[in-house]
């Protein structure tokens, strides 16, 4: 049986759980209540010494960080189809597992996290011209194809969809980016898609 440690408003743990769901695979959820500290609990600490969510348990396997998960999950249960092998096409898919990383994380997630849990920390002035950039650059990827890579979606839309969809609670509007707008409802159309708290 495969476990998830995840908190329901955290984007990361929810891209796993979308997976997990989109491939029919039983599951059992496991909440980490942050606000409680759980996460850094001798516990939890012994399963994930970084102290993060989400973190995946399947059978001795102990899988911490989002898209290495997504990558584990792709690749064991759904084949070529979520996450191809040949040279070229992994490389495109893995482009977005690092935009994720980098410019979504920097741009519409710290919003996200300033607005909704008070991340005094986060330069908001930056995260709005990282958003405003990012997004441009979706907006005009997606104009000339449904997915964000093939005529089927990957773990690259999985990984991109959380934090753009959710770039409301970072007071970012969608509005300008209608191609980016399209592509949030396909995905929301995959059989078994799961709502995530603010979806």
Known sequence: MIT???HEMSGNSYKVRLLLELLNLEYEWVKVDLIKGEHKLPEYL???PFGQVPLLVDKDIKLADAQ???????RQYGGDTWLPLDTLSLAQVVRWLSTTAG???????NTRLYHLFGATSINIERAYQKSEHILTQLNQHLSTRTWLEFEHPTIADIAVF???ALAGDGKIDLTPYPNVLEWINRVKQLPNYIPMAGL
């Open 46 to 48: 012994a399963l994930n």
């Open 4 to 6: 998830l440690y995840g």
């Open 162 to 164: 959380p934090y753009v």
């Open 103 to 109: 410019e979504i994380r920097q741009g519409p997630e």
């Open 68 to 74: 290495a998960i997504l990558v584990y999950l792709a």
